[in-house]
């Protein structure tokens, strides 16, 4: 009897651990992982099924499962520093444990992994885009005439656009996409605001700060870039529209400028069919926008 009840103990114990799986979502990632003894998969797609199988029984069992991106180099870099013998599976395990306090994470809720993996992937992108854009903000240092953070500043102003952005939209759900062009690459940040039954915003912290500071890079170098946000509402067209970045603030594009942007080709120029059911229109007034301080490095 007292057997029993400590196996029945075991199993409510063990519905209060979560757990994190690092999953190789390419198979160049998994061939890498064959280096390993250790790693006795040979064929990805078994692999996958293996997973996905796994997550389903710790489902069923109670448990909590979040989802992380393992990277093979990064794995062998970790183990490197600090002495690690790669090939042991105890340290793939430690490796994990690390990933998902610091890289992304997909929480594991009965989704099929071809639902899982692109979010996964999303996320990872996600992550990568903020602190990319974070870390070339805090290098512009401080402003050489006034002595203030140039990068901190932007991202003042470049919040304060926002909730301004989104206060002026019209009702309904928004997504929002900022670009921002320069070498080496354009960083794009997405943003979805929906509306709940007050008509209140309602907002990723993630995707809004990832949001925020790709805008305030944009602010803050005068590069290339914009904004533009497609509303949606029942019994209405979508509207879209939007401003590009110039002089460290938004200014709006005309209505024929947005249609040119959804409505031709990038790679070819030709022009493609507008969508039916959509206004593209210009950009409601976001008044008085103040003047910024034009800071230098």
Same mark, same amino acid.
């Given at each position: 009897m007292?057997?029993?009840?400590?196996?029945?103990m075991?199993?409510?114990?063990r519905?209060?651990?979560?757990?994190?799986?690092?999953?190789?979502?390419?198979?160049?990632d998994?061939? #890498?992982?064959r280096?390993y003894?250790?790693?006795?998969?040979?064929d990805?797609?078994?692999?996958?099924?293996? &997973?996905? #199988?796994?997550?389903?029984t710790?489902?069923?069992?109670?448990?909590?499962?979040?989802?992380?991106l393992?990277?093979?180099?990064?794995?062998?870099?970790?183990?490197?520093?600090?002495?690690?013998d790669?090939?042991?599976p105890?340290?793939?395990?430690?490796?994990?444990?690390?990933?998902?306090?610091?890289?992304?994470?997909?929480?594991?809720?009965?989704?099929?992994?071809?639902?899982?993996?692109?979010?996964?992937?999303?996320?990872?992108v996600r992550?990568?885009?903020?602190?990319? #854009?974070?870390?070339?903000?805090?290098?512009?240092? =401080?402003?050489? =005439?006034?002595?203030?953070?140039i990068?901190?500043?932007?991202?003042?102003?470049?919040?304060?656009l926002?909730l301004?952005?989104?206060?002026?939209?019209?009702?309904g759900?928004?997504?929002l996409?900022? =670009?921002?062009?320069?070498?080496?690459?354009?960083?794009?940040a &997405?943003?979805?605001?929906?509306?709940?039954?007050?008509?209140?915003?309602?907002?990723?912290?993630?995707?809004a700060?990832?949001?925020?500071?790709?805008?305030?890079?944009?602010? #803050?170098?005068?590069?290339?870039?914009?904004?533009?946000?497609?509303?949606?509402?029942?019994?209405?067209?979508?509207?879209?529209?939007?401003?590009?970045?110039?002089?460290?603030?938004?200014?709006?594009l005309?209505?024929?400028?947005?249609?040119?942007?959804?409505?031709?080709?990038?790679?070819t120029?030709?022009?493609?069919?507008?969508?039916?059911?959509?206004d593209y229109?210009?950009?409601?007034d976001?008044?008085?926008?103040?003047?910024?301080?034009?800071?230098?490095?």
């Amino acid at each position: 009897m007292a057997h029993t009840d400590r196996r029945t103990m075991r199993r409510v114990l063990r519905r209060e651990i979560a757990g994190t799986i690092g999953l190789l979502t390419d198979e160049h990632d998994f061939r #890498a992982m064959r280096r390993y003894r250790s790693f006795t998969f040979d064929d990805h797609t078994a692999y996958l099924r293996e &997973v996905e #199988a796994l997550l389903r029984t710790r489902a069923t069992q109670g448990g909590h499962t979040t989802v992380t991106l393992f990277d093979p180099e990064e794995y062998a870099v970790y183990c490197t520093e600090r002495g690690l013998d790669p090939d042991n599976p105890s340290h793939r395990t430690r490796f994990t444990a690390e990933l998902a306090t610091t890289g992304p994470t997909i929480p594991y809720e009965g989704q099929p992994l071809s639902e899982l993996l692109p979010a996964l992937v999303d996320e990872a992108v996600r992550q990568a885009t903020w602190e990319y #854009a974070a870390t070339l903000l805090a290098r512009l240092g =401080s402003c050489a =005439s006034c002595g203030e953070d140039i990068g901190r500043a932007a991202f003042t102003r470049a919040s304060a656009l926002l909730l301004r952005v989104l206060d002026t939209a019209p009702p309904g759900n928004r997504h929002l996409v900022c =670009s921002v062009s320069g070498p080496p690459e354009t960083l794009v940040a &997405v943003l979805h605001a929906d509306q709940d039954d007050e008509r209140a915003a309602r907002l990723d912290e993630a995707e809004a700060l990832e949001f925020t500071t790709v805008l305030a890079l944009g602010l #803050a170098t005068d590069g290339p870039g914009g904004l533009v946000m497609r509303t949606s509402a029942p019994g209405s067209p979508d509207r879209i529209y939007g401003w590009r970045l110039r002089g460290n603030t938004l200014h709006p594009l005309t209505a024929g400028e947005v249609f040119d942007a959804y409505c031709t080709d990038i790679e070819t120029g030709d022009l493609v069919s507008p969508e039916s059911d959509v206004d593209y229109c210009e950009p409601p007034d976001l008044g008085v926008q103040e003047t910024p301080h034009h800071h230098r490095p």
